[in-house]
């Protein structure tokens, strides 16, 4: 099973070549739903949690704050990659899931853009 | 076959069995269980599943040869109810030919927790819950006074599209799903022996 920094290095890697500006460890707060994200782009709202026992997320992502997120995203109010550490065997196999996610949320509304420099 | 396409149906195949797992213990708890024989629910062809519920079930046709048959099958199948029901002697009795690979639906269609405004609700099979009144508000009050849990078919349903965001997101009737989680499975096998022909 991948650890909690294993896996988070391995999503930031993978939304950062995708052009998102993951920011870590970032204290989310919507609409009564408040948790701290492991990845969060606030700009294109675009984050990622890796769901572990060791960094006791079980007791801020709870079913009821899973359900919210996934309404969100299917709203296209914001896009959030949930994923718990006793589903994925590998860092392939969570890179492959990001990827897919990253894909639906570009397929919605496009890759990111970013203002020039 | 790909070897990160097998643990994916392996990864899957572990979520529906929790999926399983969650029913026995709620039906240990409450006495309610399908009667022995029931195929009701399979005979509803609009019964949806997402793509990626049904890879395990894809991925063991793949390795058995039968994938082809059974995608060509499927397809000429819409509309109709799922193509592993064997209907019984009569109406609403049958068996699923495929049971160990059946996807969370079929697992949790007998009952299964649903979050609404007023908090967590028990959605009973009708069958069942005519079966068992008395035994359903009893378990209907436990679950809502927290003593008792019960399988959220959202939160397995979360869990698989986890793997898979693109093929688990968009529930589809039962054969529609299979068609696309078999072309997914046949692709992948394709690219693996190198011959890259799927057929249309």
């Known amino acids: 099973m991948l650890s909690e920094a294993q896996g988070c290095a391995a999503l930031q890697r993978t939304f950062e070549r995708r052009g998102y500006m ?59 990659f949930l994923v718990d550490e006793t589903d994925v065997d590998t860092e392939e196999d969570l890179v492959w899931a990001a990827q897919r996610f990253l894909d639906e949320v570009e397929k919605r509304r496009g890759s990111p853009s970013r203002p020039q420099p | 076959m790909t070897n990160r396409l097998t643990r994916q149906a392996t ?37 949806s599943a997402t793509p990626v519920e049904l890879l395990p079930m894809a991925v063991e046709l793949e390795q058995t040869g039968q994938a082809q048959a059974m995608l060509e099958r499927a397809r000429a199948s819409t509309g109709k109810w799922c193509v592993f029901y064997q209907a019984g002697a009569a ?29 967590l609700e028990v959605a009973v099979c009708w069958n069942l819950h005519q079966a068992n009144p008395e035994r359903m508000t009893h378990a209907q009050e436990q679950v809502e006074q927290g ?16 793997l898979d965001p693109t093929l688990g997101r968009t529930p589809l009737p039962l054969n529609q799903a299979l068609v696309l989680a078999l072309e997914h499975v046949l692709t992948h096998a394709a690219y693996a022996r190198g011959d890259g022909d799927v057929g249309p």
């Open chain 2, 11 to 47: 990864q899957v195949l572990r979520i529906l069995q929790d999926g399983d797992a969650d029913t026995q213990a709620f039906a240990q708890a409450t006495g309610l269980t399908c009667p022995p024989g029931c195929g009701a629910c399979c005979e509803n062809p609009s019964i």
């Open chain 2, 91 to 119: 109406p609403g009795l049958g068996r699923c030919t495929h049971y160990r690979w059946r996807p969370m639906v079929c697992r949790l269609f007998g009952y299964a927790g649903v979050r609404t405004r007023r908090g």
């Open chain 1, 22 to 80: 993951v920011a870590r460890n970032v204290a989310f707060s919507e609409d009564g739903v408040a948790f701290q994200a492991d990845g969060w782009d606030a700009a294109q709202r675009v984050g990622f949690e890796f769901v572990t026992t060791a960094a006791g997320d079980r007791q801020e992502f709870t079913p009821v704050v899973m359900e919210r997120l996934e309404t969100w995203t299917r709203e296209g109010r914001l896009y959030f």
């Open chain 2, 147 to 162: 003593a008792l849990a019960v399988p959220v078919f959202a939160d397995h349903a979360r869990r698989v599209a986890g």
